[in-house]
């Protein structure tokens, strides 16, 4: 299936650069759809007499191009996406790479841990459940989708609230604000990662029942090979599907989704950095970071892809 | 609504604040040097590392402490002691400062008399400095000019300004020229100063300011070595009071202020030093007045201020840790009167619903106030969540009163933005200074001041204000500045709420402190 | 019909989530009524108390009573959750069952569009839509809905592509039934149980997104008065009540069960009530008898 392949990536590549393009385009169009002159934003906390300051906004509506028309602005940003170029931060004058570089680290730790807490704990719980009950132990079943659903329920936030009076205040195990060191990152990975984990293993569990309930699983025991035989070779690369679908979305949205983890645990992360730029009105901070997030969402999604292609290549044809 | 616009001047001439006045802020007493490494953890990011030109929040304020030294300097007592000048010769018109030998920069450059007056020009002649009037009047300086054997600086201004002494003790740290020649690197990516401590490159924004002790620095206080402080100190940012609070008590040799009830929790548990400050001044609601608002009738700010009472409105802004007040000044000011409480509408609600009435603010057919010509009227009460509770219990007050209210709480950058756009009817604001002095408010409230957010025009504060400014004989003065206080209140202006405290702790480490900052020199190990 | 609610009935969880679901409903229909006094009342002098015979969870930052809230918050609560579900499962089954119908190309850079929409972190999402709508109750619900459709747009495409590759759908074409008439009829119906339970299981991830939102200060703005009753939800209270916490946890921990339990509750409905669509977990397979039989 060699000519499978070329196509396949080809196709996903084709796929990735279009989406990108729209991407540019939403997010240019949103940003001006938020009300409010950029430019009076931008020079807001100047002080100085009336005339000072409308000279500062007409400089700063030169600066950031607006006053050029709109399909001049709308190609000014295509071209600025591609080199890169996106400019300074109207409250700090510090390049807005340079804004987004020094959150990187801290976020990428987050998503990753995240991500690990995700995929570690939702796997062999829900492979252990499902293969433990497969129809009996009705008790354990609903003490799972009742765990499960009460505990993938609590907002990320609480979670990290109670982690923290757990093993922050109560148990001194871990820092509060990050330190320096790996343990920084323990307590807010499971804070963003245990809900999801639980309600992965839910997936998790149905795809074994379902993949042990189907006639060849059941054929292949019949035929007295040892369960851990059914389990490798039938079971677990069904359960790898979904297992890195969502492992894909966890990562992808904890890039810039866990704001609000982040400020309980004084982490600076791209994500609150997103949300106060958009709230005062910080132009070229708001434009890259929305653009780098939707790429990030974009690339991790075909990689997905890919690796889903190899661990199943039927998945190669659509 | 919260820029915490610090500082201001008194007269320095003669007279000191009574030390009975001054009754917090002084922590335990220790014989013991400084640990070698102290973190510090502050509320809010630097905007800049220019002291000439930041709004001046806590963080930015503390760390201007450690890098920047000031010509003079004042005792938590109010005493004015030698800074970088070793002498000097002030009256209101005119200054003159005799600089000490040998002094330099943190890049080894000398910290001589023209250094120090290029600092000053650019203070006073640049438009993107703040708070230029505190020292220099609102009519200006009439020149500043240096002389390299006499080893002086001479200011002159153009109008009399008692507080010149205070605001070169308080409010003009000096730039050196390396800062002065390259203002967008002093914006953004090193300091440029003189004081104790340098501050090490690779820092974070928003997260961590290394500073490292210079051990070429000469100008300490009389009575402290070298030694006596610490080698390394850590600024820490930590927007939460919360967070601070368990970082305080988990880390050694750190230290916090708390402003949130989880003081109350760490003074109970008694295991930190404790070192409540009181603020100089009080949180006022600040009411958008400029001719042709809403507010710009005084009968109805003094119809709003009977609504309004203190005691809630205090506990509402500081969770019941600060005092209530009802008079602009406080006991730890100077010219502090308890009688000029009469002097504000005092709280009525059932007298307000009358004196609302009479002025033609009656409620319509939907049951909200209108205005007198009958349209219709919406109040906008803008605050943030540093506030607490102030925001709500104010917009509450007022619809209890009758008045259609809109509330609007956001972040902290959010309603400073609403604030200097003028896009709010009332909220509450820090009418707080980091010095006994009540001359800040000529900045807050006078007609021409620079952070007259309100946009108040007063002439009988405005008058007397200048005339306590210009007044040589202390007990005129206090007169003058009394005067000004009655007109403020009377006319509604502003409704003072609480005098805030804020409890700094530290963990093993103790130090003096004001309510905004603590004081560098200060600090040792417990 | 009998059968249907015998179904839903018929195991534990199910009937649990019914009685649950009725009294949530209950709640949120008296609560501001019966609630709304003890709940709007502050007392600035009498903040964060411990529990007590007049305050079973104790009082809030404004001398409020936490169980009167969390009570009253029933309703906005729900809502909010509603409007934000019916928005997201609006759009997102309109949107991916027209990329089924159009097919080929545009469906499948549909598809990845729809995947970016997905990854995108919904709270940044929400916070841009809110930018621009300006923050209320309205406008917290329309963000949250569009945050939440592509969720329902993925299911409706991947589905519905499954089912349409299935051979009594070919079968129907073949049978010259419209593209249309496939798509409703037998894609929809298909996947009606999946849809189904996706619909009763984003309500708990609604209510939590409020509660972010309301973190940010975004979610919806606080009233004051006797009419803040209308206006309490458990997100806006959830974030007061953690800025308290080590004070009185109750004021977080309220709002949190409550959250957690309607979310449960849903959950369970949602998989009883997807069951009565479909009693086998599997989709039944159909015979041309069938369909012929139906459309006659």
Request: aromatic residues 8%; charged residues 20%; proline residues 5%.
């Amino acid at each position: 299936m060699s000519g499978g392949w070329p196509r396949f990536l080809l196709g996903r590549l084709i796929r990735v650069v279009a989406v990108c393009f729209i991407l540019v385009t939403v997010v240019f169009v949103a940003v001006r759809l938020v009300p409010g002159d950029p430019a009076q934003k931008a020079v807001g906390f100047l002080d100085g007499t009336r005339k000072e300051k409308d000279a500062a906004i007409e400089r700063a509506r030169s600066d950031l191009n607006l006053d050029q028309s709109l399909p001049r602005q709308y190609v000014q940003s295509l071209v600025s996406a591609i080199t890169f170029d996106y400019g300074v931060s109207f409250r700090t004058q510090e390049s807005v790479s340079r804004v987004i570089l020094d959150r990187l680290g801290s976020t990428l730790r987050l998503a990753l841990g995240g991500t690990m807490v995700v995929i570690g704990i939702a796997v062999p719980l829900g492979l252990i459940v499902g293969l433990s009950t497969n129809g009996r132990r009705k008790g354990l079943e609903v003490g799972f989708s009742g765990l499960t659903g009460f505990v993938g329920s609590v907002p990320p936030y609480v979670m990290a609230t109670l982690l923290i009076y757990a093993f922050v205040n109560s148990l001194p195990w871990f820092p509060r604000i990050p330190e320096g060191s790996v343990a920084d990152d323990v307590l807010p990975s499971l804070a963003v990662g245990l809900g999801p984990a639980l309600l992965l293993a839910r997936i998790i569990r149905l795809e074994t029942l379902s993949v042990l309930g189907q006639d060849y699983a059941r054929t292949a025991r019949s035929k007295w090979l040892p369960s851990g035989r059914v389990v490798v070779r039938d079971v677990l690369p069904n359960v790898l599907a979904p297992a890195l679908t969502i492992g894909g979305v966890v990562f992808a949205s904890l890039i810039g989704g866990a704001v609000v983890v982040e400020g309980i645990f004084n982490r600076n992360g791209l994500g609150s950095k997103l949300v106060e730029s958009i709230l005062i009105g910080d132009f070229p901070v708001v434009q890259a970071v929305a653009l780098l997030l939707g790429v990030v969402v974009v690339v991790v999604n075909a990689l997905v892809d890919v690796a889903l292609a190899v661990v199943d290549p039927r998945r190669l044809v659509t | 609504m919260a820029t915490a616009c610090g500082d201001d001047g008194d007269s320095g001439g003669s007279s000191t604040p009574d030390p009975d006045k001054v009754e917090t802020g002084q922590g335990a007493e220790s014989s013991k040097p400084a640990p070698e490494a102290v973190v510090i953890a502050v509320p809010k990011d630097t905007d800049t590392f220019d002291p000439q030109t930041t709004l001046a929040e806590d963080g930015a304020q503390q760390l201007m402490l450690f890098l920047y030294d000031t010509l003079l300097r004042r005792d938590l007592e109010g005493k004015i002691l030698p800074g970088i000048a070793a002498s000097w010769d002030v009256t209101p018109t005119k200054g003159v400062f005799t600089i000490k030998d040998a002094l330099t920069c943190s890049d080894g450059t000398p910290l001589d008399a023209a250094a120090v007056a290029a600092s000053f020009e650019r203070f006073a002649t640049s438009p993107a400095t703040r708070g230029k009037t505190r020292i220099f009047g609102a009519a200006g300086k009439k020149s500043i000019t240096s002389d390299p054997v006499a080893k002086t600086v001479t200011i002159e201004l153009n109008s009399p300004n008692n507080d010149l002494v205070t605001g070169v003790a308080n409010a003009a740290p000096i730039i050196c020229p390396a800062g002065l020649a390259d203002p967008d690197s002093l914006s953004n990516t090193q300091a440029s100063g003189s004081g104790p401590y340098v501050l090490q490159p690779g820092f974070k924004k928003n997260e961590q300011y290394v500073l490292e002790r210079r051990n070429d620095y000469t100008n300490l206080p009389e009575g402290t070595a070298i030694t006596d402080i610490p080698k390394t100190v850590t600024m820490r940012v930590i927007e939460k009071d919360q967070t601070a609070a368990d970082f305080v008590s988990a880390t050694a040799n750190s230290i916090a202020g708390i402003l949130s009830t989880d003081a109350t929790r760490l003074q109970d548990e008694g295991k930190l030093v404790s070192v409540p400050a009181q603020a100089y001044g009080t949180n006022a609601v600040l009411f958008a007045q400029g001719e042709g608002s809403k507010l710009a009738d005084i009968k109805l700010r003094q119809g709003m201020a009977m609504l309004i009472d203190s005691e809630q409105g205090g506990a509402a802004e500081t969770q019941g840790l600060g005092v209530p007040r009802r008079t602009l000044y406080t006991p730890n000011i100077d010219c502090y009167d308890e009688a000029a409480e009469k002097y504000a509408p005092a709280y009525d609600p059932a007298a307000a619903a009358t004196f609302l009435d009479t002025a033609g603010y009656v409620k319509g057919a939907d049951g909200f106030r209108t205005k007198p010509d009958g349209s219709a009227m919406v109040i906008n009460v803008v605050g943030d969540t540093t506030q607490f509770k102030a925001p709500d219990y104010l917009a509450q007050a007022l619809k209890d009163g009758g008045f259609n209210v809109n509330l609007k709480v956001g972040t902290r950058a959010e309603s400073i933005q609403a604030l200097l756009t003028g896009q709010f009817d009332l909220g509450s604001y820090p009418y707080i200074s980091s010095t006994p002095l009540p001359a800040l408010w000529l900045n807050q409230i006078g007609s021409t001041g620079g952070d007259n957010f309100g946009v108040v025009n007063n002439t009988d504060f405005d008058t007397s204000a200048a005339a306590a400014q210009a007044a040589a004989d202390p007990t005129e003065r206090c007169d003058l500045w009394q005067a000004a206080e009655k007109a403020v209140l009377e006319s509604a202006n502003v409704v003072p709420l609480d005098q805030p405290v804020k409890y700094w702790f530290g963990n093993g480490v103790t130090f003096d402190a004001r309510y905004y900052k603590i004081d560098p020199f200060s600090i040792r190990s417990a | 019909m009998k059968g249907r609610i015998r179904a839903l009935l018929g195991t534990p969880t199910g009937a649990i989530s019914v009685v649950l679901l009725l009294a949530i409903l209950v709640l949120a229909v008296i609560g501001p009524a019966v609630f709304g006094d003890a709940a709007t009342t502050t007392d600035f002098l009498a903040i964060l108390q411990p529990s007590s015979s007049a305050h079973p969870l104790g009082t809030d930052g404004a001398g409020r009573d936490i169980l009167a809230r969390t009570l009253v918050g029933t309703r906005l609560s729900l809502v909010l959750a509603l409007v934000a579900v019916s928005i997201a499962a609006g759009i997102g089954l309109l949107f991916g069952a027209a990329l089924v119908t159009i097919g080929g190309r545009t469906e499948r850079v549909g598809g990845t569009v729809i995947d970016t929409w997905l990854g995108f972190p919904s709270i940044l999402l929400s916070v841009l839509i809110i930018a621009i709508l300006e923050p209320g109750a309205g406008a917290a619900a329309v963000a949250i809905g569009l945050s939440i459709a592509p969720f329902f747009a993925r299911i409706t495409l991947s589905s519905a592509a499954g089912v349409v590759n299935l051979d009594y759908v070919s079968a129907a074409r073949l049978l010259g039934l419209s593209r249309v008439r496939i798509g409703t009829r037998y894609v929809l119906g298909s996947i009606a149980d999946a849809l189904v339970v996706a619909v009763f299981s984003m309500f708990g991830q609604a209510l939590i997104a409020v509660s972010a939102l309301s973190y940010l200060g975004l979610g919806v703005p606080a009233d004051v008065g006797s009419s803040e009753r209308y206006s309490i939800d458990w997100g806006r209270m959830l974030n007061e009540g953690i800025e308290n916490f080590r004070q009185r946890p109750a004021g977080a921990l309220g709002p949190a069960v409550a959250i957690a339990i309607c979310g449960l509750a849903f959950g369970w409905f949602g998989d009883a009530l997807g069951r009565t669509f479909n009693p086998r977990l599997v989709v039944r397979r159909r015979t041309y008898a069938d369909i012929s039989a139906a459309d006659s």
